[in-house]
C-alpha cells in the first residue's frame, strides 16, 4: 500500500442499486453475512448463492452503512454508524428467523466478523451459530504498510482528514485471474472517482476510517467471552492483512464449548472469493447444515 494525501471535501450521498444481496428460502438456517470494511456484499457473493442453492439456507448480506458511496461520505463514517447498521440488518434477519422458525447464523469477512462476534455477545439467546472468515483485530499481514504503526498517533491530528492508503497487489487475493480483474477495475479509480465501489468495493481506504476501527475493535476483544454460540474461524495462513494470531485469539478467548478453526494454505485475506473458496463454502454449509439439524 501506499499513501496518498487530497482533501475530498464533503462530497453528496447517491443513489445506490440495492441493498445487498437477499436469498430468501424453506427449510435450513438464516444467514447473515457481513461484508468487510471498504468491501461490499460482492465478496460474499459466492459463498451467499453456495448456501442457498446448494446447502438449501436463506442468505442475507446487506450493505454496511455509506458502502458504495463516494469515498468523501464514506470516509466519515464513525464506529457506531457501522456496528449501527450490523444490528438493525441483524434484528431484520432475525425475524425473518422467527418467522420461519430457523436456526439464526450470524458471520462475516474481516471486519464483517468483528461485527458478527459483537453481534453474538449482545445477543446471546438468538444467535445460534457464528462464522468469522478472516477475522481482523491485528492488521499483522506480511502487505500492511509500516505507516500502520503510526495510526495511534495520527488520531490524534488533522493529518488523518487528508490521507488515504492506496491499495496495491495481491488485493487480498491469491487467485492471479481475478487479481488481475481487480487491478483493472481499481487502476479507474481515484480519490474523487469511486464509481463502481458499490459492486466492487474501493481502491483507497481512508485513514480516518482505520482510526474508527481502533474503539471497534476494542470493544469486540472485550465482548469475546459473551459469545456462547458455536463458533466457526476460517483463517488463510498467509493472509496477506491479519494473520493467524486473529483467529487464534478470538478462539481461545470465546465463551463458546464449540470452536472450530479451518486453515487454508492457498488463499489470502479475501477467503471467500479467493482460490479456495469452495473449500469455505463447504465448511460453511456443514456448518449451517449442523445447526439445522
Known amino acids: 500500500m501506499s499513501v496518498e494525501w487530497a482533501w475530498v471535501g464533503r462530497q453528496p450521498p447517491v443513489a445506490l442499486p440495492d441493498r445487498g444481496i437477499f436469498l430468501p428460502a424453506d427449510g435450513g438456517c ?8 471498504t468491501g461490499s456484499p460482492t465478496e460474499l457473493g459466492y459463498l451467499a448463492y453456495s448456501l442457498r442453492y446448494r446447502g438449501g439456507h436463506a442468505v442475507r448480506v446487506p450493505r454496511l452503512v455509506n458502502h458504495g458511496q463516494p469515498l468523501g461520505v464514506l470516509a466519515r463514517t464513525k464506529w457506531r454508524e457501522l456496528y449501527g447498521s450490523a444490528k438493525e440488518a ?21 471486519l464483517g466478523a468483528v461485527l458478527s462476534l459483537m453481534l453474538a455477545a449482545e445477543f446471546p439467546d438468538d ?9 481482523t483485530l491485528f ?8 505507516l500502520h504503526r503510526l495510526l495511534p498517533l495520527v488520531n490524534y491530528t488533522p493529518l ?8 496495491s497487489e495481491p488485493f487480498g487475493l491469491r487467485d492471479e485471474a481475478l487479481r488481475s480483474k481487480v487491478a483493472e477495475q481499481y487502476n479507474k479509480m481515484s480519490l ?3 464509481t463502481n465501489a458499490a459492486s466492487l468495493g474501493y481502491s483507497h481506504f481512508p485513514v480516518r476510517l482505520f ?15 459473551a459469545v456462547t454460540s458455536p463458533v466457526l474461524l476460517v483463517q488463510a495462513a498467509n493472509d496477506d492483512m491479519t494473520g493467524p494470531r486473529n483467529s487464534e485469539f478470538i478462539r481461545d478467548r470465546v465463551g463458546s464449548a464449540r470452536r472450530e478453526l479451518v486453515v487454508l494454505e492457498q ?3 479475501i477467503v471467500s472469493a479467493d482460490l479456495e473458496r469452495s473449500t469455505v463454502a463447504d465448511h460453511l454449509q456443514q456448518f449451517c447444515d449442523s445447526l439445522a439439524a
Request: glycine letters at 6%; proline letters at 7%.
Open 267 to 269: 488463499s489470502y485475506h
Open 192 to 194: 474523487h472517482d469511486s
Open 139 to 146: 492488521y499483522d499481514g506480511w502487505n500492511v504498510p509500516w
Open 90 to 110: 441483524f434484528l431484520e434477519a432475525r425475524s425473518v428467523a422467527r418467522a420461519s422458525r430457523s436456526p439464526l447464523v450470524v458471520g462475516g469477512l474481516s
Open 30 to 37: 438464516t444467514v447473515l453475512l457481513l461484508h468487510g470494511l
Open 160 to 167: 488523518k482528514y487528508f490521507s488515504y492508503f492506496r491499495e
Open 127 to 135: 444467535v445460534q451459530g457464528t462464522a468469522c472468515l478472516s477475522p
Open 211 to 225: 482510526c474508527e476501527m481502533r474503539p471497534l475493535i476494542a470493544r469486540c476483544k472485550r465482548m469475546l467471552p
